[in-house]
């Protein structure tokens, strides 16, 4: 099975996004909560750090938080996703946690996605951009599903960004890949199958 993951790079914050779900990590050895998962525990009163707080849930990886939103957010649910210990945090489990996200966001039935960067900083986000879609695609292709993930960053790093992925394609990325960058969003550029250059 095949499927195709768009992406699409976007500055707003997560709770301004337009999407079916808006998804974000966070460390079990992270308090108070940082980054995209603080911005969310705030959205929700405290929530998460409540259910932390209470053992109901405590970051390992495969924990998942599945909440509506109620207007807090424009995107009508959130999935949270423990993933572990930052300082176990390496590359095969950023893999591992991007493939998750995207697996279990095809099964509720999300055809877009506000994705914010999985446990990576913003400003490392270009350095990990393969392995973060790699685990992405890898979901994708095995449901055979069509999704859309806007990969929330800082409006500093878009431009880093767009250019890690560009050459991602270019080097010949698996097929499945389409990324729309914000200069040019009806051109959008596309992994080649195997032997067949670069993406157009």
């Given at each position: 099975m095949s499927g195709a993951l768009l992406v699409e790079?976007?500055?707003a914050p997560l709770e301004r996004c337009e999407a079916d779900l808006v998804v974000a990590g966070f460390f079990r050895d992270e308090r108070?909560?940082?980054?995209?998962?603080?911005?969310?525990?705030?959205?929700?009163?405290?929530?998460l750090s409540e259910r932390l707080s209470e053992?109901?849930?405590a970051g390992d990886p495969g924990e998942a938080v599945l909440l509506p939103t109620y207007g807090r957010m424009r995107a009508p649910r959130v999935l949270l996703l423990g993933l572990g210990s930052?300082?176990?945090?390496r590359p095969p489990r950023l893999v591992a946690a991007s493939r998750a996200a995207l697996k279990r966001s095809i099964d509720i039935g999300a055809r877009s996605l506000a994705l914010a960067p999985l446990g990576v900083a913003p400003d490392d986000f270009a350095r990990n951009?393969?392995?973060l879609l790699s685990g992405a695609l890898a979901s994708v292709n095995e449901a055979g599903a069509?999704?859309?993930a806007r990969i929330v960053l800082p409006p500093g790093e878009l431009g880093a960004a767009s250019r890690a992925i560009e050459e991602l394609i270019a080097s010949g990325a698996?097929?499945?890949?389409?990324?729309?960058?914000?200069?040019a969003p009806a051109e959008p550029r596309?992994?080649?199958p195997p032997g067949a250059g670069p993406g157009l």
């Open positions: 790079l976007e500055s108070p909560l940082r980054d995209a998962a603080a911005a969310i525990d705030w959205r929700f009163c405290g929530l053992g109901v849930i930052r300082a176990e945090y951009a393969e392995l069509s999704i859309r698996p097929s499945g890949l389409v990324f729309r960058s914000a200069s596309r992994a080649s």
